[in-house]
């Protein structure tokens, strides 16, 4: 069964930094891509950003392009999302999620069966 527990979230000023993690369980982790997703109150989950399983391509929300960086380590089956620059506008709840196919790349919510249960990221202006 996959696991996904996210951290690294909290309360942070406007452009400051935080850097979330994903660790992965269940299965080999570095045979899938993965990808971040947030959802604010009131508004829909979207996609922040995904990574392919081997960390050659990696795709960015144009909200966030230039200012997130995903990354993963699949030694520590791990996934990264450094946010730096924040603003309010990324206070959300972060979650991380993986496919149940090993050869999905997408930003599409619905290709994505395995999530984490969140981490909030509060920004202050």
């Known amino acids: 069964q996959v696991q996904l527990v996210e951290s690294g979230g909290g309360l942070v000023q406007a452009g400051g930094s935080l850097r979330l993690s994903c660790a992965a369980s269940?299965?080999?982790?570095?045979?899938?891509?993965m990808g971040w997703f947030r959802q604010a109150p009131g508004k829909e989950r979207d996609v922040v950003a995904v990574?392919?399983?081997?960390?050659?391509?990696?795709y960015y929300a144009d909200s966030v392009k230039g200012r997130f960086t995903i990354s993963r380590d699949n030694a520590k089956n791990t996934v990264y999302l450094q946010m730096n620059s924040l603003k309010p506008e990324d206070t959300a709840v972060y979650y991380c999620?993986?496919?149940?196919?090993?050869?999905?790349?997408?930003?599409?919510?619905?290709?994505?069966?395995?999530w984490g249960q969140g981490t909030q990221v509060t920004v202050s202006s």
């Open positions: 999620a993986a496919p149940e196919n090993r050869w999905t790349y997408s930003r599409s919510l619905g290709d994505y069966d395995y």
């Open positions: 990574i392919s399983w081997s960390g050659d391509r990696a």
């Open positions: 269940g299965r080999t982790f570095r045979d899938y891509s």
